[in-house]
């Protein structure tokens, strides 16, 4: 029967050996590849096989149908893994009883549920009753079934099954799950069969292919669905991948007190100490840990004693399977050299292994397990550097709470994603989402996470929830998310309808601001100050490794001396972007300003920015103090002036006061000012030209705070003036022409040359193409990508709300363009002006000062573009150094 | 002295031969180069010299100093010129006068005003009116010697002169200046002097040099004038070209009744009729007849007789001088091979001809010169393809009034530029301008006017003077920009300072619309319907030759019926833009649009799109039935959502009413479509991405009304959908689905397989640099320049007047890129979109549908960027043709 000459659909494992191996996790999935290498590395593993993801994607381009010859090949290995097990599906007497999970090429928690005890009807559930002498556990193990297959397969809402649960309870007058028995399961069982029938108007299938063809259905069903959909959106997962299904021969952790089933980590994921670190249950079925529904129990006796829990671990519950566990953790670390995370169950004192992985782990645990593991000799210095994902340190460089403020403790649970973070306490994922669209910082509420909730999860600062453990759904998708979470909290009475949590006395309502810190499992009312973490230890030698490896420089977007401080302790070479205008804003300066712009004539206008111009200076002078010895790029003045004039008729009266004029004459000027499409308006160098006195008191502010500067620290300012907007050769020329002036002006008055460069942002296609002539001008690029990918994609960021997410969504572009650089459209048009700017002056300085300098996937594109450097925010700095090593490295090996 | 080896400075000129030629236009500009022409064929030109451009360029380039050889080449011109003449500059006895005249390499009306008589001083005065025996003359020649050069050269206000004139008639009781005998003007010279010496504080120069050397550096100040510098920007004149100055000896054409000065046309310039065409006065400088001071009689009896004038012409009154004007006229025709506008001064009997050019004239008569020309075998067909200019061919294309329309004649003036406008009457350059910047049509009517005035003649759509003849300012201005003009509208009386004009018992009032009729002369009260021109006779033979010539098609940009027929009837070769959108704000349907976007959900949507559907199906029903045959590109809806609901309190309770839905629900969806900056906002394909029910009206719309038309005419319709905004080719590949399905579903009903190609606008940067990979799906391309300038350029149109003028003003940039092409940026982008669009797909249909495909520079870039076709408004289309074929020849020339 399997003498076809097509693909392999379905991949054996089991038995000390397998059809695949770790490689193939493209066709297996992560879940499946891995399966099949424990088969392989003689570790006991359930037998079972992997239909791989080609069905998947089969079955999507051919009208949600099968490849003809897998109904036969299933079959063929449903038979062998039958043999291997001792049992026969659908076997009255000595039934094989299976699982079934989904399983991608990477890891997507909460895709689809796993399906347990498959395989179970009225015949088959007495055989196992008959078979293991143990008819509550055969009863128990088929509601479960019904309830699971249900549940997942059939759709069929969960209230229904916890509501006959709760019926029987309360008729037979017990509490606890444990006090049913056999009989009782078995009356369960059938009137969750008729509960079935009568909501879907079908019964509950009996036949177990029937039952089997369903499962494995509803797997690639899954990957369609709109939450998987939302998953691979938001971590950048093509659709054509697929997802491979896993059938595995049973193995049951609810077989009694010497069976259990558990999860386990070869280190903290948390803190990356090496230590086996996991929880388990006893006599319960896996998914149970999962679900955060039974607090689970610690693996090793020291964290069993650290959190002064009084049920045994595993290492004392279960001596021999844990000595087994460990033993296979350690070999599976070395074998994988990296940190797993691994599943496993113990039927009557028998260790079976049900899954192996890449651990997740939070950034502080993924820099120690780096850095440890090259002290190992595990890994090399270069692996190291690669293994940290840039983006996850991001989590690192959060504040922490201050040890000395003062605090008031709501409740504490458990610290099960580190960092801190203050926020209006929200109840449901909608109104995290809603409010953090409105620019306001939440955290996200819970009784327990669902995948539902992981859009409402990515809008919130930090996740608190009620239930679960340390590796319960909220707890593993903070860590990977980087958000600070706090799980278990059971003190906490939430009421969601009427949006309010109490703790004891304490009652917090929606809105009401609460503090978490997720390191240390509390609770706090209000917003506790916090301080800036530390960095040294572990970042500090991978930054240092990293450092040694990347060729960008990294710069920081700095427009206030406290910026600059902070970017010089994460690392910055350099200010690669201050923004003249945000200091405009300051309370004292913005009269001085509106001033200017009501002016009806040069006099006028001159008159006000004389009085800016004091101002003006000592920002730069702090700025200058602060960074002596490293580059600082200013910008002169870019927004257009409408937006330092207000536009409601209350503000313009009192500006108006403010500003000794008339509200008619304010808002005339705001009139003429607007702006049908302000960014392509009179604003950057337009500014410039029209009214010269403005950058002319900028540039004096400028080279006087720099001969200061440097009379005072006896340091070189390395100045590099830059004009915004620029389109046109003859802009720049204008412009440099007036500076020079401006600089003999302030030379001719102090006795002293104000050395600097000038340059330009290349952030419109026209410069680009025109870098050759423009470089003639320009001593340094610096690419505003910003602005470079709304003009040259024709995308307002400010409007784009309105469909890019729709075109995420509808799978039409792959990445946000504001967040990635689109290499194709905008990076081209860099790597067009990057090669005719060095045309034009072969050592032009080439930086990028958009927000994609902060991101490592373009930092890449930046590096292999052949930029000097990047500039991004103070607390993305690590972020960009690391990202610069991994580009660097990353294309060392492809060179190779 | 002149044994310099450096430049030659001097160019002498004179009895018979000349250092230079016609071909040194450049060097000489084009008065000298011509009269050193004349020189060589021996017609009668005063002696004289000229200082080349080179002098001028070195005049800037050197601080405004001048060559240190020029003072002695200047001084051995003149002694030249004196021996020819027979006298020396300054000489007491036999005075050598000279003019001086500014001469640049292009004609550039009124920048310096020409200066007579120079070398007159209390000395050489006395001894003219010794050597003429008229004393008279010789200090009538005076005064106009100091009257214009106070004015040119000293800038001193030229009321002063007409006061003292006025006074001294009144003091006399006389009326005319020929009332005033030698006495009155050697008196009147005298307090002219007087009145120089009080307003400058300095004595009227009585040294000859120093007149004569005032005199050219005035020449070389007025090239960097403010009205020359306008004057270059409006017709893209470079700066470096520089100007030469004309030195030459005088002859006198107020010397009595024997005398005369007057300017000719070889052919009429209004019409291009092949007879000498001119004005002239007898007993007159030359000032007299181009300033519109006295009103000048006609040059042949026939032109007499048909203006039924009393005063004999040239031909009756000098007949010999005449003769020999005639055959002068005839011979410089055959010699430059083209038609000539020759001025000349008559003294004493004897003719002397003082300069030639080229003849500025109508379109209508460039039409008839360029094909009488060929059929008298003086020119080929390509010159005649490349003499006329196709921006003015603009100028034949306006309307001309119905003869049958009921009219209310204000007033009669001269025909001096045809065609017929309608529009607000101001009496202001400045309110011209303004008005028109506010997109109000305008007549500019003025007592006459000067070059202060272009800017508002621009923005006017028509002229009216009081004074002035068919040469005055005012004609030959509104000629050359292709303006409808009256002049000579002697019996208006005009007050500016209260705005109004008055003709008998007619007053009009500033902004009272009226209308005047240029081929006429008429000027009529209120707006007068109009007639489209014939497209007949001389035009249709030189669009013959000029549609043999051209490779790129013509197409237009047409919305209704009605524009596809004028396009037609203009010889449009299909619809190379049909926007969808004009169709929408009928009044009839905008209210179904509104319910569409007021619709809570897809179905209130798709409900409000079905009454649209007919209404839609009617319009391309009419627009394919007149372009049968030919190629019609439709392009789906562009313009953001919110263009079509109103934003003020008013309308918005005026539409909720009409739509059936509350006022602040139509206030709540307006601010929710409000954008930043819409034009980067949610428009085009972007809509029917996320609409796409809308897109699925419109293509259903357009394939029933296709398969109508086919059905009724016989004929195919070569339907092109075209989708906008295009960036990604994931976008078109979703819409040209949605498309197809349409087409299958209508083919399924019908029974009839709609037949089109899909297409794309490539109006982003993004778009013209993907364009290989687009071109996989698309069909065709359309480049949209408006767009792709604002994008490339990150210019908002609507925002560009606030700066763009000024970068024109301070020479940042050469054109206003939304006028022609910006070659270097937006062209290589369109040049990287053919080249990527034709490796996509080789047989890729390639045209323009911006503004620009009506400008004739940016039409010569589309054929050289090898464009298949470009399309531009109806009236557009002639000039288009023309311009296609020159730039067909052309590039054929530069290949030779």
Known sequence: ???????????????????????????????????????????????????????????????????????????????????????????????????????????M????????????????????????????????????????????????????????????????????????DASDWKRIAERYKAKVQKVLGRPFPDDVYEQLWGAIGAVFGSWMGARAKTYRRLNNIP??????????????????????????????????????????????????????????????????????SKRLSMEEAMPDAFAELSRIASRLEAHYRDMQDVEFTVQEGTLFMLQTRSGKRTARAALRVATEMVNEGLITEDEAVMRVDPSALDQLLHPTLDPDAPKELITTGLAASPGAASGEAVFTAEEAEHAASDGRDVILVRLETSPEDIHGMHAAKGI?????????????????????????????????????????????????????????????????????????????????????????????????????????????????????????FDAERILAVRQMILADDLAGRKAALTKLLPMQRSDFHGIFRIMQGLPVTIRLLDPPLHEFIPHSDEEIAEVAKAAGSEPAKLRARAIALAEANPMLGHRGCRLGISYPEIYEMQARAIFEAQLDAEAETGTPVHLEIMIPLVGFKSELDFLRDRIA??????????????????????????????????????????????????????????????????YLTRGLIERDPFVTIDRKGVGELVEIAVKRGREGRPNLKLGICGEHGGDPDSIRFCHEAGLDYV??????????????????????REKD
Chains 1, 2 share one sequence.
């Open 464 to 584: 608190l929830t009620v239930r679960g453990g340390m590796t319960s759904h909220a707890a593993v998708v903070a860590r990977g998310m980087g958000r600070p979470c706090v799980t278990g909290a059971g003190t906490l009475k939430v009421d969601v309808e009427r949006g309010t949590m109490t703790a004891g006395s304490f009652t917090v309502s929606r809105g009401d601001i609460i503090t978490i810190d997720g390191a240390a499992g509390k609770v706090y009312r209000g917003r506790v100050p916090m301080l800036l973490p530390e960095m040294s230890g572990d970042f500090a030698t991978l930054m240092q490794w990293a450092d040694a490896r990347r060729r960008l420089g990294i710069r920081t977007n700095a427009d206030t001396p406290a910026d600059c401080e902070t970017a010089r302790r994460y690392g910055a070479e350099g200010v690669g972007l201050c923004r003249t205008e945000h200091m405009f």
């Open 1 to 107: 029967m399997t003498t076809n000459t097509g693909p392999k659909w379905v991949y054996n494992f089991g038995a000390g050996q397998a059809d695949g191996r770790a490689e193939m996790r493209a066709l297996l999935g992560g879940k499946g590849a891995n399966l099949a290498e424990m088969s392989n590395l003689g570790l006991p593993v359930p037998p079972g096989f992997t239909i791989t993801t080609e069905v998947c994607t089969y079955f999507y381009k051919n009208g949600e149908t099968y490849p003809p010859d897998l109904k036969a090949a299933v079959e063929a290995a449903l038979k062998h893994v039958g043999e291997l097990a001792d049992g026969r599906f659908g076997d009255a007497a000595r039934p094989l009883l299976v699982s079934v999970r989904s399983g991608a090429r990477a890891s």
């Open 871 to 892: 500039s991004c925010s103070p607390f993305r700095v690590p972020v960009a150094r690391l990202a610069a090593a991994q580009a660097a490295l990353a294309n060392t």
């Open 239 to 308: 659709e054509d991948w697929g997802t491979a299904v896993n059938v595995q021969a049973m193995v049951f952790g609810n077989r009694g007190t010497t069976s259990a089933t558990g999860v386990a980590f070869t280190r903290d994921p948390s803190t990356g100490e090496r230590i086996l670190y996991g929880e388990f249950l006893i006599n319960a079925q896996g998914e149970d840990v999962v679900a955060g529904i039974r607090t689970p129990q610690s693996i090793t006796k020291s964290a069993r004693e650290a959190s002064r």
């Open 109 to 180: 928690p909460g895709m689809m549920d796993t399906v347990l005890n498959l395989g179970l009807n009225p015949e088959t559930v007495a055989g196992l009753a008959a078979q293991t002498g143990d008819e509550r556990f055969a009863y128990d193990s088929y509601r479960r079934f019904i309830q699971m297959y249900s549940g997942v397969v059939l759709e069929v809402d969960h209230g229904h099954f916890e509501e006959i649960l709760e019926d029987e309870k309360e008729q037979k007058g017990v509490e606890l799950d444990t006090d049913l």
């Open 741 to 806: 002036a401006v600089a003999e002006a302030v030379e001719k008055e102090r006795g002293k040359k104000p050395v600097y460069m000038i340059g330009t942002m290349i952030e419109l296609p026209r410069a680009a193409l025109m870098a050759k002539e423009i470089a003639g001008t320009a001593e340094f690029f610096s690419f505003g990508t910003n602005d470079l990918t709304q003009t040259t994609l024709g995308v307002s960021r400010d409007d784009a709300g309105s469909f890019l997410s729709e």
